[in-house]
């Protein structure tokens, strides 16, 4: 039962990720808010960790709530994350998205 649980969990973070706009990021916090579990940040974390390999879902588009790309660790290459975004047009420099406030989507947009 609790594996189920996770499953859908994990599926739920990842059709909610695929929502993210082009150019746009939004944060593990805001997807776990979105999702009606607030403390459940470095859960969606964790689900997002499984879908570096998926193109279909822009994992590359979540950050921490400061804006600092903590899961490019995740990504095959050194640089990847950010030369995803680069190529979105987001900024990024010192591992951080460079105008956090104007790029940020907030999930609850679409609901």
Sequence with gaps: MLE???D????AVHELTKLI???R???YGAIAYCLGSPKSARMVGWA???AVHRPEVPAHRVVN???YLTGKHHFVGEGTMEELLAA???AVKGDRVEDFARVFWHPKQII
Excluded at 8 to 11: I, L, M, R, T
């Design 8 to 11: 859908d969990f994990v599926e």
């Design 4 to 6: 189920k649980a996770q």
């Design 21 to 23: 706009p082009l150019g």
């Design 25 to 27: 990021v939004t944060t």
């Design 65 to 67: 709530r400061n804006g």
């Design 88 to 90: 979105e047009g987001v």
């Design 48 to 50: 997002l960790h499984h």
